[in-house]
């Protein structure tokens, strides 16, 4: 595993599905990674971040960005509320609008800045109870609310239930993005990412395949 290995299997299951040659975004996620593992990631000359806590990402990408030019870093964990404003400073795109209030803080953080990151809509294809994301059957009136607040919306994004095949909630997430005129499909993780670019992944989120396995403090 590791970086180079992970962009040849990308490379493999573009080639498989048909699609392009490069279409296929790659996030690395640096969550609670050790910094030097980010660092030996960032010195092979990759851009592309995620992380899932504001706070923590607010604490190590502004020096990063610094020395290494081209940066981008999405948010792809949970994001509550009262951490909105610092993440549409933080991120190139937030994957996670998932409610509401949440949609509407953005919009008017939007408002005041003249400038929006980049949103997908997170959708609880599994329908599990502890999970975030719209139900799908709520989805399509969330993204019209979204337009009408004039977010940036470009995409879906799902984590598909642990102990279920991953592929037929990628193929019911590409088909609510498609009835919606949405390009952006953010899923796939390590274990599942080739699945998710068989069924039109343009953004996969892979963490321990790259870094190695997450050590939480
Ligand atoms: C942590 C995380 C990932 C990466 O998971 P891996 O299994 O390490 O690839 C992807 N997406 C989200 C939303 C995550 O929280």
Redesign the pocket.
């Known amino acids: 595993m590791g970086l180079q290995d992970i962009k040849a299997r990308i490379a493999a299951a573009e080639a498989e599905a048909g699609r392009p040659a490069g279409s296929v975004k790659l996030i690395a996620?640096s969550?609670v990674q050790p910094p030097e593992r980010v660092e030996a990631v960032l010195a092979e000359g990759h851009r592309l971040f995620?992380e899932?806590y504001v706070q923590e990402a607010a604490g190590k990408w502004p020096a990063w960005r610094e020395r290494f030019p081209g940066v981008a870093v999405h948010m792809?964990?949970p994001l509550q509320s009262n951490k909105a404003k610092q993440a549409v400073e933080l991120f190139e795109a937030i994957?996670?609008v998932d409610r509401d209030s949440l949609a509407r803080k953005l919009a008017s953080l939007a408002q005041t800045r003249g400038a929006c990151p980049e949103l997908f809509v997170q959708v609880n294809t599994g329908e599990e109870p502890q999970k975030a994301g719209v139900l799908p059957a709520e989805v399509d009136a969330f993204i019209a609310a979204c337009r009408g607040m004039d977010l940036p919306v470009s995409g879906l994004?799902c984590?598909p239930p642990e102990d279920a095949d991953a592929r037929p909630h990628f193929a019911d997430l590409r088909r609510m993005a498609e009835r919606n005129g949405l390009a952006g499909l953010s899923m796939g993780?390590?274990?599942d990412f080739a699945a998710a670019i068989a069924e039109g992944a343009t953004h996969v989120?892979?963490?321990?395949?790259i870094f190695g396995a997450?050590v939480y403090a």
């Open positions: 996620v969550k995620g899932n792809i964990g994957h996670t994004m984590i993780m390590s274990g989120r892979v963490g321990s395949a997450r």
